[in-house]
T-cell receptor, first 113, second 117 residues
Framework: AQSVTQLDSHVSVSEGTPVLLRCNYS??????LFWYVQHPNKGLQLLLK??????LVKGINGFEAEFKKSETSFHLTKPSAHMSDAAEYFC???????????FGTGTSLTVIP | KAGVTQTPRYLIKTRGQQVTLSCSPI?????VSWYQQTPGQGLQFLFE???????NKGNFPGRFSGRQFSNSRSEMNVSTLELGDSALYLC????????????????FGPGTRLTVL
């Protein structure tokens, strides 16, 4: 079975400081992992994806995530938060050969000016 | 390339009615998935269609149904609406749905916000 746990329901950072959003996954087989962002009243936008190539994945808007199999983690980071980063972030796991997405419960990121 | 489109964007219905939501995937995408998003339950998978066939189904009652047409457009139907069906319904399309593919990113539409009164 596949599942993800987002360890923080809410994260608050000051503008210009680093962002860390934590995600742990559980998967019976080799997973694909994604981070999506959802701004208010908008659909989900892909930030980055891991599909068995490099374990350090770079995404859009300066975000990156590292796949750590030994820790079953896929944490999302950004060196310097921007006001426009305030949104809901979802960690997602799926089987490499599957198409059913399993979403985490989301982390709401607040950026303080 | 145009993104995933969903119509209508907003709907208000009353209990007991039925509703049909529409989704047009990105051109060339053959897989369409539907999700329900609510504050209490988060994002939950409803079902996935590929080449007009339902390939996967989530844990929802039979009141929730869907279909896919030969042009990959998809509709979902909810019959006998309940207050708890109020949610944002998201559609996502994917470029591939073949076994062994390692690339299965999903592209999401803006959603249809359904309010049941």
């Amino acid at each position: 079975a596949q599942s993800v746990t987002q360890l923080d329901s809410h994260v608050s950072v000051s503008e210009g400081t680093p962002v860390l959003l934590r995600c742990n996954y559980s998967s019976s087989y080799s997973p694909s992992l994604f981070w999506y962002v959802q701004h208010p009243n908008k659909g989900l936008q892909l930030l980055l994806k891991y599909t068995s190539a490099a374990t350090l994945v770079k995404g859009i808007n300066g975000f990156e995530a590292e796949f750590k199999k030994s820790e079953t983690s896929f944490h999302l980071t950004k060196p310097s938060a921007h006001m426009s980063d305030a949104a809901e972030y979802f960690c997602v796991v799926t089987l490499r050969t599957g198409n059913q997405f399993y979403f985490g419960t989301g982390t709401s990121l607040t950026v303080i000016p | 390339k145009a993104g995933v489109t969903q119509t209508p964007r907003y709907l208000i219905k009353t209990r007991g009615q039925q509703v049909t939501l529409s989704c047009s995937p990105i051109s060339g995408h053959r897989s369409v998935s539907w999700y329900q998003q609510t504050p209490g339950q988060g994002l939950q998978f409803l079902f996935e269609y590929f080449s007009e066939t339902q390939r996967n189904k989530g844990n929802f009652p039979g009141r929730f149904s869907g279909r896919q047409f030969s042009n990959s457009r998809s509709e979902m139907n909810v019959s006998t609406l309940e207050l708890g069906d109020s949610a944002l319904y998201l559609c996502a399309s994917s470029p591939t749905r073949l076994r062994g593919d390692s690339y299965n990113e999903q592209f999401f539409g803006p959603g249809t916000r359904l309010t049941v009164l």
